[in-house]
């Protein structure tokens, strides 16, 4: 490794990077859609348990070797374990992070886009599924709108870590806890919103199958930016003095605080106003402006929710990108700016065949999923619970969990990671991941 390497400038910093990775798309237009699609708070409580006995540990882990090694995912496991190939751990990450940003893209332009739209206004007799289906079925302006977004997460990406993430994770994420108060607020005191709250607050057991549980690992291993190595990269740039199991339990709380709430904004607008909560990927670009026109200052709350929504998928595209990055400024020693530039063309490319898969390839399906869905669910359901898994064996069996605890303790700070937490990563996170894996899959694809 040549050069000087960045590290974030105080603990603040690297707790809003990491939290304004986590927070995303995933916690908003996922979130919910998944929520609503899988028997309601029955998967909320499967998810939540998921976060507290896999996530938060992964999270420790993933922060605790990029601390140690300070470098990028190949490269941490390259000297942890050198002349092994756990490496390849490192690059099914970097491939995950061209894939999860490639489609991850094209839905913040849709974000972008309905920023527009909602200026504009929503009437309340306009035809909200066909302004959607109109706008992805489109070919140019999606890809119009995916350029854009490319252009800003590189932009933040080529400045570095403290000039271009740290610069903008401090002035965006307030702005988005901002946003999404003042959305809970209106929804909840819509007339008729103890419908929406009531659907997501009593859990419907009877709808959960495999496939549930899959689900709600891949959301948990998604919101929290898992199993790629985004929180190795994130963890890399973090100097020795600074504790982890504190900042990461500020980490896996935000998120999944931001995730709920955003549950409380999105399903008492959506019953108050008689929508289908099962609506699928549609539900924030459908059902919420369709809410929006029929509620007074409609319109300004489309702005905002579409700014939120914006936001939220920057400050986690730029973690994504910087994963890809920061493997060929370590590893291969290209500039910033030369890996930044080329790399987001590459992702812009990658990215096409799945707005694509609405118009002109609306004929490509695998397995009754259009080309993005096929994205998602290849990253999230299979690239990033694997990367998981083979993470939690690693560290737990091969670099050693009493070695991953030391160095996770260290130095002392006010919470510390107990021997629960050594069982955790050797065996119950990677069992459980594969057990969840196996069955979910086995049915997915036996078409049950
Ligand atoms: N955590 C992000 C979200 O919830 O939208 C998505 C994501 C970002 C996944 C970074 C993976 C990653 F490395």
Not at 346 to 373: E, K, N, Q
Request: charge should be positive; proline fraction near 4%.
């Amino acid at each position: 490794m040549i050069g000087h390497r960045e590290q974030w400038s105080s603990r603040l910093a690297f707790v809003l990077a990491a939290a304004g990775s986590a927070v995303g798309l995933g916690n908003i237009w996922r979130f919910s859609y998944v929520t609503g699609t899988n028997g309601g708070a029955a998967f909320v409580l499967i998810y939540l348990v998921a976060i507290v006995m896999i996530g938060y540990p992964l999270v420790v882990t993933e922060i605790t070797i990029g601390r140690k090694t300070q470098r990028n995912p190949v490269g941490a496991f390259l000297s942890l374990a050198p002349g092994t190939p756990w490496w390849l751990i490192g690059a099914m990450g970097v491939s995950a992070g061209f894939v999860i940003l490639s489609f991850y893209s094209i839905v913040a332009g849709w974000a972008l886009a309905y920023i527009f739209k909602a200026v504009a206004g929503f009437a309340p007799d306009m035809d909200f599924a066909g302004t959607f289906m109109g706008h992805i079925g489109s070919v140019w302006p999606p890809i119009f709108w995916h350029a854009l977004f490319m252009l800003l997460t590189l932009g933040i990406i080529v400045a570095g870590v403290i000039k271009g993430i740290q610069r903008w994770v401090r002035i965006l994420m307030p702005a988005l806890f901002g946003i999404l108060l003042i959305l809970v607020l209106r929804s909840l005191t819509l007339d008729g919103a103890g419908a929406g709250v009531a659907f997501y607050l009593s859990p419907r057991f009877d709808e959960v199958t495999a496939q549930t549980f899959l689900a709600a690992i891949g959301q948990a291993f998604f919101t929290l930016s898992l199993g790629m190595g985004a929180m190795i990269t994130y963890g890399s740039y973090l100097s020795e003095k600074h504790t982890i199991p504190d900042n990461a339990g500020w980490v896996v709380g935000l998120d999944t605080l931001i995730a709920v709430i955003a549950g409380f904004a999105i399903f008492p607008a959506v019953f108050a106003l008689g929508f289908d909560p099962a609506a699928g990927p549609g539900l924030a670009f459908i059902t919420l402006p369709a809410v929006f026109a029929a509620m007074p200052g409609g319109s300004l709350f489309g702005v905002l929710f579409f700014l939120l929504l914006g936001v939220a998928a920057l400050t986690s595209a730029i973690s994504l990108l910087e994963v890809v990055v920061a493997w060929l400024v370590d590893e291969k020693q290209w500039s910033r700016p030369k890996a930044s530039l080329l790399m987001g063309a590459a992702i812009f490319v990658i990215g096409i065949p799945c707005t694509l898969g609405y118009s002109l390839l609306s004929h490509v399906r695998f397995f009754g999923m259009d080309i993005l869905d096929t994205y998602d669910f290849l990253a999230s359901n299979l690239l990033l619970p694997l990367g998981g898994l083979l993470t939690a064996f690693f560290a737990g069996h091969v670099w050693s969990a009493r070695e991953l605890c030391r160095e996770a303790n260290r130095p002392a700070g006010n919470i510390r990671i107990g021997r629960w937490f050594g069982v955790m990563i050797k065996y119950i996170a990677p069992a459980a991941i594969a057990l969840v894996m196996v069955t979910g899959l086995f049915q997915k694809f036996s078409g049950q």
